[in-house]
């Protein structure tokens, strides 16, 4: 599996290739990962693995390294890391809220009630400890209805639990937040609390989510791309609303259902997003379908605008999102929660195919060989969606193959995506246009 199928009509020559920044040399790359996109990189012609201290073109680096590493190290114009310094203002629970709230805010302000409600795709969430009292005074006005506690900066289902009263918290508040005597006792850790989706929208009885991946290249000017397929992820037991205990039926990570007794590896837990939006189109109707993927992508662009001042612009930087995206019973998409390091570890092959599909595409937009025009609006399976302003589709270019979508969205999430063909003939578009124009 750790072979990347070639793209017919790029790399084949020496003088092809690299005629950008880096001349006409291999581009070194580091890695702190040992999955899919060491396999990708590894695969890739033309690029070179450097170990240690080694000099780099590109680094798919961890959260941890950046940290330690960004403040004092000086980028030369030709690197690429990923992450950008504070990405963290959009991937941890709680700066996520903060920040969507505070523009929220400012839209009502500044446009009014009417445009202010295009930023209601968040459960209510408050921050704890901070924000506990306005929580319990939110609670009592909303008697028996079911909140979901988690931890601010932990992934994969761990340390979340449902609860309908505040006093299944209150043993849980002793131990997480009175103060102790010991002095040595760490901070309390900071969780989020918010309103959980009680209306589920349901396939077989279970609930899933979508996982969604987005390639930010710039926050100045914000531009985005959209990959096109991305899978739900369903929970392994029925949904019910009288075991609000079990993690099998309301917690939909695949880290937490493939620890179910009855999981089957085989049949895995996931559904492409192109079968979810043939399953939606089939059972209410392009249209409906159609609203769902164009609210999810309102939920890419305004949460990434929450952020769009804040996060530290750097050239050198790209981050690649997971959007967890949760559709409840009238086709609402709610915004559960963005990671910056999506799993990246395949949990079958068609997983593997897609993760393996979309990294290179990371790559293929990034383009460090230089190989584009840099006009492109599609590049693989990635859509540009935002460059500074929404991007419009080509005129005539309807290629959702699901339905006859009528958008003039560059967006195409869940549409068919035949990547290979497409990079195909983008490269000898792009070869052909750099041969006719003189350099
Ligand atoms: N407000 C909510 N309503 C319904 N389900 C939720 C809610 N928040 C989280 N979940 C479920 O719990 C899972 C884990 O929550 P998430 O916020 O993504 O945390 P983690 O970082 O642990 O993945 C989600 O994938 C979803 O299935
Ligand atoms: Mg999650």
Known sequence: MSKS?????????????????????EIRYKCSMQNTILDVLRARPGWQEVSGEGDWDFHWCDREWLHANYDTMFLQEHQKILHFRNHYELTRKNLMVKNLKRLRKQTEREMGKKEAESFDFYPTTYELPSEYHIFVEEFKKNQGIIWIMKPAAKSQGRGIFLFRKLKD???????EYQ????PNREVPETYVVQRYIEDPYLIGGRKFDIRVYVLVVSYNPLKVWLYRS?????SNSRFSLDSIEDAYVHLTNVAVQKTAPDYDPD?????ATQQLRSYLTAKHGSDAARRVFQGIDNIIIKSLQSVQKIIINDKHCFEMYGYDVLLDDKLKPWLI????SPSLTASGKDDYDLKHGVLNDVLNVLDLENRLTGKEKRVGGFDLIWDDGAVTTDDGAMECSVNSVSTTSNSFLGCHCDRKKHLREIYTAAQALKKSTPS
């Open 5 to 25: 199928t070639r793209v017919p009509g790029y790399m084949q020559s020496k003088g092809a290739r690299n005629r950008g920044p880096l001349g006409d040399r």
């Open 169 to 175: 918290i209150t043993d849980w508040k002793k131990g």
């Open 179 to 182: 103060p102790l005597t010991d």
């Open 230 to 234: 991305g899978f739900a992820r369903f």
């Open 267 to 271: 049949k895995g837990c996931k559904w």
């Open 337 to 340: 929660e963005i990671n910056a």
